[in-house]
């Protein structure tokens, strides 16, 4: 039974939720009619801090489902009772990512022109399917996992969420490997790379979120089932550094890149401090011992570790997307260049404070959609049940 | 630890939940669809695809040939011609559009340096239109490569995907628009070559620009048709394209660099 706090509790947040939700669609406004001039992006720098939540977002969305997948495809016992909440919060990180991304498009009144006219050659038409897909493909799976008549279908939905989120993040990684023209994307390394950094963003939110629903219910989590699944973020940062090493290790290995990456990684100003500080250290480095030393083993470190991961994670895509547009084109190879139009110049770019609200707003509306979801359906992992059966 | 015992019985949270369920349903759907049908009316308010116009002439490939031996650096007119007859703004900051620009290179090597404009090449394979979602970045068949304002939804896809640098957003409200240029806040644009004039027959704006001024760089011609000019010239003297390394096949030549 509910408890009169529990209900109090649960307005409390989904009017706070609701309440970024709203500011964030309000900064979004502001935006639309006043245009883009009103954020830090430029003609440099189009992509801003918008896309960085969206990609983030997108890209934990996808990864938040491994939880369910290790659980009703690869049968592990503890990750089953964790499925409805994983597909839960799959579905509300997207939503909120597509939020930002079409609330930032020069014309969110067309944006039922990108469902009606479709260029089949453009990875951006692919992901509108991608994503519909997955919503529509993870909706199914949770009505397997709570309809008992379609229990026995949950396993063959798990599996083709399972392919499907492969597909999708690699359709993310394809949004910018084939940009040909700019020399920090332009790899086929980048699917690979965003499907590992996806398993360590999405487990990240999840056990964020698990840690606060069970503090919020007053429980505590079983100390083994947690450390299991510490260790499996601890792999999943280690595997995301060695990709990203690798993609980095490929562009220095081509002397035409070695400037972009002195850019990036030495002199870039804020770019290589994010790098380094950010996601090297502060988003991963610093996960890995909180998750890994023996005397940090209490559940705030796996919580901390796990908040860490999320920073570390923005600090990676700022450095990608605004890096990435940064770094001037290279059309006249071994000259420098000058113009009005910032050729051959690092550009600049000042994140505004509506595109900064639009990007929480789109979080806010992820947080407004677990905290309904988790309060209208059973999405509370019930390890005790199990405990019980088998 | 202490294990707080299951929920003795989901039923008994039914009836609430199913009245909250009910409430948010309908809240959703009310929120889901409300948009959607505002968002058909407009999309139903935009005038018939296909409104009679001749067509570009497939048999045609329209392009230019810039020598970079003749322009003179410190001469914007191309630029300036550009700007007056498309409507673009005179002083334009980083956020304000430029379909040309003028370029000072200089070799690292030997120092020697020129100038040359740079605007959309009009590749045959051109990025801008491979990545464009809804088909509003598209190449005429006579080779020219535009954005089609209507259905441009502003994501900046091929802003990204330009090796030129040849597409501006338009960040702000605009006004004193050129009847033949209409151009619109949150969409993309580049040069157009001019479509509106060379579709009467005359040249674009920077290749009269650079005539007036007694340079004479920039020729514009049909690149199919072996009796003119600017073939004539193709064949006579050797031209580079920019970004040669990516196979687009732009129509915009270069002489001198």
Known sequence: ?????????????????????????????????????????????????????????????????????????????VYKPRAPLSGLLCIALLMGGLMVLMLDLGRPDRVIVAATHYNFKSVFAWNVFLYSGMTAIVAVYLWTMFERRMNKYSKPAGLAALVWRFVLTTGTGSIFAFLVARQAYQSALLAPLFIVLSFGWGLAVFLVTQSTMYAWEGRVLD???????????????????????????????????????????????????????????????????????????????????????????????????????????????????????????????????????????????????????????????????????? | MNPVPPTPSQDAAQPERRGFLGVAAAGLAGILLAPGVRLIEIAQAAPAAGAATAGADPQVRWGMLIDSTKCSSGCTDCVTACRTENGLPENPGTTGAQWIRKIEIKEIRTGKTQSLPVMC???????????????????????????????????????????????SFVHEPQTNQKPDVPRGMGTVEGCTMCVHKVDRGEQPACVQACSAAGHGAIVFGNLNDPTSEISKRVRAIQTSQLRADLKLDPGVRYHGI
Request: charged letters at 10%; one cysteine or more; a positive charge.
């Open chain 1, 1 to 77: 039974m509910r408890t009169r706090e529990d209900i109090r509790n649960f307005w409390l947040v989904a009017v706070l939720a609701g309440a970024i939700t709203a500011v964030g669609l309000g900064a979004a406004h502001y935006m639309e009619l006043h245009g883009h001039i009103v954020t830090g992006m430029n003609n440099q720098v189009v992509w801003g801090l918008p896309h960085v939540f969206a990609i983030f977002m997108i890209v934990a969305a996808s990864g938040v489902l491994n939880v369910a997948s290790i659980g009703s495809v690869f049968g592990q016992t």
């Open chain 2, 121 to 167: 090449q009009h590749c045959a394979e051109p990025p801008c239109v491979d990545v464009c979602p809804t088909g509003a970045s598209f190449k005429r068949a006579d080779g020219i490569v535009l954005v089609d304002k209507h259905i441009c939804i502003g994501c900046r896809y091929c802003v990204m995907a330009c090796p030129y640098k040849a597409r």
């Open chain 1, 223 to 390: 100390g083994a089932i947690r450390r299991r699944m510490a260790r499996l973020l601890g792999v999943f940062i280690a595997a995301s550094m060695y990709l990203v090493a690798v993609y980095h290790l490929t562009n220095l290995y081509y002397a035409k890149q070695a400037a972009f990456e002195r850019f990036l990684l030495v002199d870039g100003g804020l770019y290589p401090l994010l790098f380094w500080g950010g996601y090297v250290l502060v988003g991963s480095v610093l996960p890995l011992l909180l998750l890994f030393h023996p005397k940090l083993s209490s559940a705030r470190y796996t919580f901390a570790a796990s908040a860490l991961v999320v920073v570390g994670a923005f600090a990676f895509l700022y450095v990608f997307i605004i890096g990435g547009q940064a770094f001037p084109l290279e059309i006249f190879p071994g000259h420098t260049v000058s113009s009005s139009f910032g050729d051959g110049a690092i550009a600049s770019y000042a994140p505004s404070l509506p595109e900064f609200l639009l990007g929480v707003g789109g979080l806010g509306a992820a947080l407004l959609l677990t905290v309904v979801g988790v309060r209208a359906f059973d999405f509370m992992p019930q390890d005790d049940f199990v405990s019980a059966k088998s």
